[in-house]
Nanobody, 127 residues
Framework: QVQLVESGGGLVQAGGSLRLSCAASGRTFSSYAMAWFRQAPGKERDFVGNIIWIGGSTYYADSVKGRFKISRDNAKNVLYLQMNSLKPEDTAVYYC????????????????????WGQGTQVTVSS
């Protein structure tokens, strides 16, 4: 049973940084894509970015490109989301997700592609 547990959320001022973590367990993830999504109040869940576990190739939404960085620690099975230059519009619940790689990395930007989800962690950016 795959389990994903996020941590690291909190309150930060605009322009600040946060690093989220997602501890993954229950299997090996070498053939998996791991992703971060976010959902603001009253809005749909949006793709933030993903990483192919083996190789470490990353892909980002335009809204976060150049500000956010996804990485993973193979030995610890932990996924990270480093968020810099945060804006109030980045305020949301952030979720990590995992799925077997089903196609090109860019196609793994849809939440329906993911089989496993964490419980989410709140990020609030004050202006």
């Amino acid at each position: 049973q795959v389990q994903l547990v996020e941590s690291g959320g909190g309150l930060v001022q605009a322009g600040g940084s946060l690093r989220l973590s997602c501890a993954a367990s229950g299997r090996t993830f070498s053939s998996y894509a791991m992703a971060w999504f976010r959902q603001a109040p009253g809005k749909e869940r949006d793709f933030v970015g993903n990483i192919i576990w083996i190789g470490g190739s990353t892909y980002y939404a335009d809204s976060v490109k150049g500000r956010f960085k996804i990485s993973r620690d193979n030995a610890k099975n932990v996924l990270y989301l480093q968020m810099n230059s945060l804006k109030p519009e980045d305020t949301a619940v952030y979720y990590c997700a995992a799925a077997r790689l089903k196609g090109p990395q860019a196609t793994m930007s849809r939440d329906a592609r993911y089989d496993y989800w964490g419980q989410g962690t709140q990020v609030t950016v004050s202006s």
